[in-house]
């Protein structure tokens, strides 16, 4: 069964900094790209980050570019999101979930339950 | 606003067939990127729904169902049931913004 588990979410002060994790498990992580996806309180889904399968590419929002770090160790099928410089805006649920693809198209297969990022002081 | 296009409500009896249509644009669809759609249940994590705007992974109900017209989508979802209550998002991918996007999603209310 595929798991993706979500932790290191938090209260932080504006321009502080978090690390999350995701512990990936039930399937061949290092066959796999994965994403963070993060959801701010009420509002819609909006793609943060993503890594190639081996770590060798990665992908950045325009508003996290330059702030946030995506890495994996595939050793220890986990996926990290190191955050900096938070604003206020960055507050939500965060979600890591695993890409599948096909040809030139992918979609997020299975996602984690979330962990919660608070930016207040 | 989103670049993908979704309406912000839909609503049905139970038993009624609703649709929740998806719009993209030259640079996503008509690009020839697909469209896949996830469904988010009150204090859930999103689930993947319908991939390649007509695939239905294993476990999903054969109530729901995608199609593709044009530079949109749509997601039929027939026999409507209060399970069936909860956000539903297109998502895919942007040429211009070189990254996955997603619609602004929908809410469901089954009357």
């Known amino acids: 069964e595929v798991q993706l588990v979500e932790s290191g979410g938090g209260l932080v002060q504006p321009g502080g900094s978090l690390r999350l994790t995701c512990a990936a498990s039930?399937?061949?992580?290092?066959?796999?790209?994965m994403h963070w996806v993060r959801q701010a309180p009420g509002k819609g889904l909006e793609y943060v980050s993503a890594?190639?399968?081996?770590?060798?590419?990665?992908y950045y929002v325009d508003s996290v570019r330059g702030r946030f770090t995506i890495s994996r160790d595939n050793s220890k099928n986990t996926l990290y999101l190191q955050m900096g410089s938070l604003r206020a805006e960055d507050m939500a649920v965060y979600y890591c979930?695993?890409?599948?693809?096909?040809?030139?198209?992918?979609?997020?297969?299975?996602w984690g339950q979330g962990t919660l990022v608070t930016v207040s002081s | 606003q989103f670049v993908l296009t979704q309406p912000p409500s839909v609503s049905g009896a139970p038993g009624q067939r609703v649709t929740i249509s998806c719009t993209g644009s030259?640079?996503?669809?008509?690009?020839?990127?697909?469209i896949h759609w996830y469904q988010q249940l009150p204090g859930a994590a999103p689930k993947l729904l319908i991939y390649?705007?007509?695939n239905r992974p294993s476990g999903v109900p054969d109530r729901f169902s995608g199609s593709k017209s044009g530079t949109s989508a749509s997601l039929a979802i027939t026999g409507l049931q209060a399970e069936d209550e909860a956000d539903y998002y297109c998502?895919?991918?942007?040429?211009?913004?070189?990254?996955?996007?997603f619609g602004g999603g929908t809410k469901l209310t089954v009357l």
């Open positions: 030259s640079s996503n669809i008509g690009a020839g990127y697909d």
């Open positions: 998502q895919s991918y942007d040429i211009s913004l070189r990254g996955g996007v």
């Open positions: 890594i190639t399968s081996n770590g060798g590419r990665t």
């Open positions: 390649g705007y007509t």
């Open positions: 979930a695993r890409e599948s693809s096909y040809g030139s198209n992918w979609y997020s297969d299975y």
């Open positions: 039930g399937f061949t992580f290092n066959n796999h790209a």
